[in-house]
């Protein structure tokens, strides 16, 4: 196995195509902001929560109430449940996906 050395005084390959790094970037104001934008973390956290739930729910609310008791076809409805879930998600992310997308070319327009 290969260990690898500290030497100090040694540049890295980073440093040696862009040359030392300097003080003031040290001393700059980093950005804070998250990397991902609040929106998308709550529409990902209420279609997770449907994902669970959902079918979970369904299958309790079916399994006495319209299939009286036959679990078979109540796992099926949970089963169709979860697909609505996932097809929907894929929706709503295309969706946002074709808005940033436009919004973009229309930024680009403006510009020139």
């Known amino acids: 196995m290969t ?3 500290n030497i100090s005084n ?5 440093n ?3 040359g030392s790094p300097s003080v003031s970037a040290s001393t700059e104001k980093s950005s804070v902001a ?5 929106a998308v973390i709550y529409k990902l956290l209420g279609f997770t929560l449907a994902m669970v739930a959902g079918p ?10 319209i299939f009286r008791g036959s679990s078979t076809w109540a796992g099926a409805t ?8 996932l097809v929907a998600y894929v929706i709503v992310a295309m969706k946002e996906d074709q808005s940033d997308r436009l919004a973009a070319e229309e930024k680009t327009r403006k510009g020139e």
């Not at 040694?10 to 980073?14: D, L």
């Not at 998250?34 to 609040?38: E, F, G, K, L, Y």
């Open 16 to 18: 040696k195509v862009n």
């Open 56 to 65: 979970i729910i369904t299958y309790y609310l079916t399994l006495n109430t």
């Open 10 to 14: 040694e540049q890295t390959s980073f």
């Open 78 to 85: 949970a089963a169709i449940m979860a697909n609505v879930v």
């Open 34 to 38: 998250p990397a991902v934008p609040a």
């Open 3 to 5: 260990s690898r050395r």
